[in-house]
């Protein structure tokens, strides 16, 4: 059964930097797309960046372009999401999610797996 584990998350400063892992188990996810969504308190959950299989497709969001970066090891089974810059508009729960299409797409509903999220604050 495939697994999706998020870390990387915490407290940081505004201007400060985290860099998240997206860790899968019991299914090699080199042939799917992998996405990042977040979701701050009293909002709807948002599509963030996401990355096809031979990171061929790669989507930001515009609120967090120039200052994320996802990227993929597939040798360890891991996406990456490097998060620069962070404001306090970037808190909230990140959520790592695979969808079997390997369409980088922000449509949550094209997402079949997702992960239990790590919480990112960014404040003073």
């Known amino acids: 059964q495939l697994q999706l584990v998020e870390s990387g998350g915490g407290l940081v400063q505004p201007g400060g930097s985290l860099r998240l892992s997206c860790a899968a188990s019991?299914?090699?996810?080199?042939?799917?797309?992998i996405g990042w969504f977040r979701q701050a308190p009293g909002k709807e959950r948002e599509g963030v960046s996401c990355?096809?299989?031979?990171?061929?497709?790669?989507y930001y969001a515009d609120s967090v372009k120039g200052r994320f970066t996802i990227s993929r090891d597939n040798a360890k089974n891991t996406v990456y999401l490097q998060m620069n810059s962070l404001k306090p508009e970037d808190t909230a729960v990140y959520y790592c999610?695979?969808?079997?299409?390997?369409?980088?797409?922000?449509?949550?509903?094209?997402?079949?797996?997702w992960g239990q999220g790590t919480q990112v604050t960014v404040s003073s």
């Open positions: 999610t695979l969808t079997l299409l390997n369409i980088c797409t922000t449509s949550r509903g094209l997402y079949e797996y």
């Open positions: 019991g299914f090699t996810t080199e042939s799917y797309a």
């Open positions: 990355i096809s299989s031979s990171a061929g497709s790669i």
